[in-house]
């Protein structure tokens, strides 16, 4: 099982930003599409941004705009910058690995969660 790493979360006012890091093991960062979810008391976990291996971005449209995400292969990291915060951005995010080993196998792996909350 490998492990995903969050951090970064914390506290933040309306209109304020955060960066959202997530330490991926080496050995499945390459071969790695790479997505931040998050979940908000009482929804269901919900998609944010993906990135692909080939640097492809997707974000879901209450983001567009406001949220970057990114990777970094020399340090195994991918990024989520989050500018221009509303309240109902709070929740926990989570960092996602979509693992591809061969082309008939694939592993999803998950961190364990950072807490974001947007609050004057």
């Known amino acids: 099982q490998e492990q995903l790493v969050e951090s970064g979360g914390g506290l933040a006012q309306p209109g304020g930003s955060l960066r959202l890091s997530c330490a991926v093991p080496?050995?499945?960062?390459?071969?790695?599409?790479m997505a931040w979810y998050r979940q908000a008391p009482g929804n269901q976990r919900e998609l944010v941004a993906l990135?692909?291996?080939?640097?492809?971005?997707m974000y879901a449209d209450p983001v567009k705009g406001r949220f970057t995400i990114s990777r970094d292969s020399a340090r195994n990291t991918v990024y989520l910058q989050m500018n221009s915060l509303q309240p109902e951005d709070t929740a926990i995010y989570y960092c996602?690995?979509?693992?591809?080993?061969?082309?008939?196998?694939?592993?999803?792996?998950w961190g364990q969660g950072t807490h974001v909350t947007v609050s004057s």
């Open positions: 990135v692909t291996v080939g640097d492809t971005t």
């Open positions: 080496g050995n499945i960062f390459g071969i790695s599409n």
């Open positions: 996602n690995a979509d693992t591809r080993y061969t082309a008939w196998r694939h592993e999803n792996y």
